[in-house]
């Protein structure tokens, strides 16, 4: 039997096993291809970018590894970006930082910034056809080397990245306008202390300052959309950061923005599948960062867990797929860079299609009667249920390869040809 034969014979099989539960499979296929993942593009170059105006990464941001091959030009990262998307079934976007400008080798300071210095990226989106998220770049940068940026104590320190949003949030509009779909801009930034503050308010008080500075210009959300990000800890500012989950969720309602609910961000044994029923509450859209916190790490590369799948879960279940905007966010420079790409995304992917193949009638029925046992029982039974053969199916209608390793040889042809002769 051809391998074609193989796949579509196991999928007329499985959606009988669904059909038996009330699942319509073929629906929840139709419905898993509307939805877009943006990949960030720093997984491609280490969080690298091409400005090349910080000896260190900083930020608290750490990507460890040094496996051969990683993109060190724009035309690279975007070769790359495609040869894995060429891998992931859908229609998906691209998330971009500010210190991934293009400015034909001038030195362009962050606060001047226009949309020009990414027109090229803009014209291979559009190319490509995917959309395009934007991220003001907070890090990496002489004036961020004290750990502070929006909250610093210095007017003009804060200026700079005052304008720094400002002309991103301008970036971000003249890409959604020009590709006809809102651009996420996202605002994270590192600041914080590494030991006990004795002021907690100054800081915040700055914060919220500098961002109502940021967002003073109305821009119309059809093009873009701004969104904020909190953080527990990161390196080097373990004992408080200003922009805590208490502070932007406050921002994020009391000013009608998106709340950025990134998974490696909360005590680890908190989890954002369960904020977001919480948040969505409150506010009208939000942003997740999909990412696997490893003890201090909080950017593993994307695998099918668990929380992955109830963060699926939470998505399909309430309908939130049109209110919640999915990006991945994850560095692994240990493996091939590719294949990182291809894995976070096809997990999410996954995770989303066994939320969509789930009996939900059934299960909401169990909890209604208030049979906890069947409710139990059914969640672990649906667990071995064939949706394996349904993702094959998915792929190979999706024109990408199907099977446990037919990407990886793709991946790894690349890496023979193209990768391990970047040296
Ligand atoms: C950092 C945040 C932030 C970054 C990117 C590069 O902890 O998660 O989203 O990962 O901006
Ligand atoms: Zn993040």
């Known amino acids: 039997m051809s391998n074609d034969a193989r796949v579509e014979r196991a999928y007329a099989l499985a959606k009988d096993a669904y059909a038996e539960l009330g699942v319509d499979v073929d629906r929840a296929c139709a419905q898993l291809a509307t939805v877009p993942i943006s990949l960030h593009c720093w997984q491609g170059d280490d969080v690298g970018g091409f400005e090349r105006v910080a000896d260190e990464l900083g930020g608290g941001l750490a990507v460890t590894g040094n496996y051969p091959g990683k993109a060190r030009t724009p ?106 779909s809102p651009c996420v801009t ?30 003073a210009e109305p821009i119309d959300p059809r093009w873009n959309l701004d969104a904020v990000e909190a953080k527990l800890f990161g390196i080097g500012s373990e004992s408080y950061t200003v922009g805590s989950h208490e502070f932007y969720l406050g921002y994020a309602v009391a000013k009608g923005k998106l709340l950025c609910l990134d998974a ?95 009996p939900l009638d059934r299960l909401r029925d169990c909890e209604g009667r208030g049979d906890f046992t069947a409710r139990l029982a059914l969640q672990e039974d649906l667990k071995t249920l064939p949706a394996g053969a349904v993702w094959d199916y998915y792929c190979l209608q999706a024109g990408v390869p199907v099977g446990p390793t037919a990407w990886l040889n793709d991946v790894k042809r690349y890496e023979s040809e193209v990768l391990s002769q970047r040296r």
Not at 134 to 145: D, E, K, R, S, V
Not at 186 to 211: C, M, Q, S, Y
Request: net charge negative.
């Open 75 to 180: 035309d690279e990262l975007r070769a790359d970006f495609c040869r894995a998307v060429s891998l992931i079934p859908g229609r998906h976007r691209m998330n971009l930082h500010a210190c991934y400008a293009e400015t034909g080798g001038q030195r362009v300071a962050r606060n001047e910034l226009t949309p020009a210095h990414f027109q090229t990226w803009i014209d291979w989106a559009r190319e490509q056809q995917l959309g395009m998220d934007f991220n003001p770049t907070y890090f990496a940068h002489p004036l961020a080397a004290d750990g502070f940026t929006l909250s610093h104590q210095d007017p003009g320190i804060r200026q700079f990245w005052i304008e720094h949003g400002i002309v991103c949030r301008r970036i971000g509009a003249a890409i959604g306008q020009a590709l006809g």
């Open 186 to 215: 996202n605002v994270w930034i590192p600041d914080g202390f590494k030991d006990t503050p004795v002021d907690r308010r100054a800081p915040r008080a700055r914060l919220r300052e500098a961002l109502d500075a940021i967002f």
């Open 264 to 358: 490696g961000h909360f005590h680890p044994t908190e989890v954002i599948s369960d904020k977001i029923s919480s948040v969505l509450l409150f506010l009208e859209e939000i942003l997740l960062h999909v990412s696997r916190g490893v003890r201090w790490d909080s950017d593993h590369v994307v695998t099918l867990t668990d929380e992955l799948r109830a963060i699926a879960q939470e998505l399909v279940r309430d309908d939130h797929l049109r209110r919640v905007h999915i990006g991945l966010d994850f560095f692994d420079a240990s493996i091939n860079r590719v294949a990182a790409w291809v894995i976070g995304a096809r997990s999410m992917l996954k995770a989303l299609l066994l939320a969509l193949l789930d």
